[in-house]
């Protein structure tokens, strides 16, 4: 029996989303923020609005502003070894007091675990019958909640990325029992995250999902699996029958060069928030941070403003919440500049790292060469929605109408970029040299990524194409683009925009103004022109001693 939540469509409903999405492509980015949001679908506050932070620590300011946006809940996300990760929490809590601080606040705390993890040797097999392993989880989890971190509200379980991976219905829902009980006990919550690395992981994980007792709430992050400026709405975002449900956002951009740019996406928040909304979500989860990055002061902070705006009940009209953010940081008089030149940004990062809808490549990693499926990874669209697999196959090969649509899709957000640089110009005089400094240096680095990213999507394409095609005027013309995408390449290398310094909350920072550097693909992009002359040379050579014959 097929997937409920994973399923081919019918051909003709196949061809006609093919065309659809081809056509999509064509509209003017961005949408302005009032086409793209539809009215909030209730004004009252959705019950958990929580904001999280990377890897057991947390910026207090940070938290601070968070609540006074409307949020009420903290939460410490914590990797690796489950139990080495609790204790450093607990020393690192010892010393800050951000239990403590938090609860001061009005605020819950949450902490992540991931389980099965550091499990004895002789625990024995990993199933439903024995006992030995399920008592170790049970003391394990005693001593936690009981004597470790008894002031944690709430505990949130994944059950990937850990030492031995629980997605099994049957053995998931015997997990989430053994958790649960000690969470009564106690008196704490207990969330179960959906997230996994594969569909089939999915599959497994949502049939226990049915299976779960109501009071367990679920958290589901916006997207499938890993992060994407383009992703589709998770599929299980209101498919998790009687259970509350929380959905995860990331605000700070782990694989979206975080705050080395510029990249503001209100309305991308808030028509997920509202998606989530018609599908009955009772609460939101921002991530504000990753490793040595936190959106606190950096443009990204208007992500915050919108989510815990409209998630509080106070507004989600996009217009408004620009308003709020803009006025609050750079006042009156600079606010409607600063917004006309921030709000493409989130568009412009779209379409740096994407071809349609499909991620190019590990964003978080340099961008890939011809010479592997840029966009064959775990988070790609089409993986989840085989809807898109035939639009997959077209961008994967280098199809000459997604060639022509990456062509004027690209121009469009480098324009965009360009005039936001002129409009954040023209209000110089009115913000502060610090503030303009800021945001000038990221507008910068965003042109900059998006220049050089959609110069190798473009070049990564044409390889493709070069590749399948056997048309040799068609060869010979992709040749000339070739060269012109390495003399463009060439020229972008050579005229990088240095390292400088930015002041941020009162503190000058480093700030990288390139985030790709282009040399090492446009190397890669020289050889492979080599390469085809070369081949190109030695075909015409057998084809003119044929015709000596």
Known sequence: MKSKFFYFTSRRKTQFFTILCLTCLLLPLPLSAEQAVKKNLSSAPVPYRIISFDNGTANKDLIILAHKLGFNEVQFQLEGSTLKSLQAFKARDDREHYIKECHNLGMKVSVWIHELSDMPKDRGPISIGNEKLWKLLGDR????????????????????ETDIRITDAALMRKLVEVLEAKC?????????????????????????VQNLPDDVVIMTKVVPQDWQMRGIDNQAIGAVGNHRQIIEYDLCGEYFQKTYLANCFPDQVIR?????????????????????????GYPQEVNLWALGRAASGQTDVVSNIWGNYANHYYGPAAAPDVIKALEPTGAMVAEAQNVGPFTFGDTREYPPFADRDAFDCNWSNWKWDASLIPLYERTRDGDPLIIALKKKTS?????????????????????????????????????????????????YLRLKRESITTNRDEKARLLGQLQSDADDLRQLSENALPPTKVTVNGVKVDAKQRCIDPAQWLGKLEARIRAIQDTNSEALL???RRRTF
């Open 411 to 459: 121009a469009e957000a480098i324009k965009q970029g360009e005039q936001a640089l002129k409009i954040l110009d023209s209000a110089r005089n009115k913000l502060s040299p610090e503030a303009y400094n800021l945001l000038r240096t990221k507008l910068e680095a965003t042109l900059d990524y998006t220049r050089v990213m959609t110069r190798i999507e473009l070049a």
């Open 141 to 160: 989890y005693e001593w936690v909640l009981g004597r470790e971190l008894p002031k944690v509200d709430t505990w949130v379980l994944t059950v990937v």
């Open 542 to 544: 057998k084809d003119g």
């Open 184 to 208: 009564k006990k106690y008196g704490k919550q207990l969330v179960v995250r959906t997230f996994v690395w594969y569909p089939k992981e999915f599959q497994g994980v949502m049939d226990c």
């Open 272 to 296: 997920q928030f509202n998606h989530g909304l018609s599908n009955g979500i009772v609460g939101v989860c921002a991530r504000v941070d990753r490793a040595d990055c936190n959106i606190l």
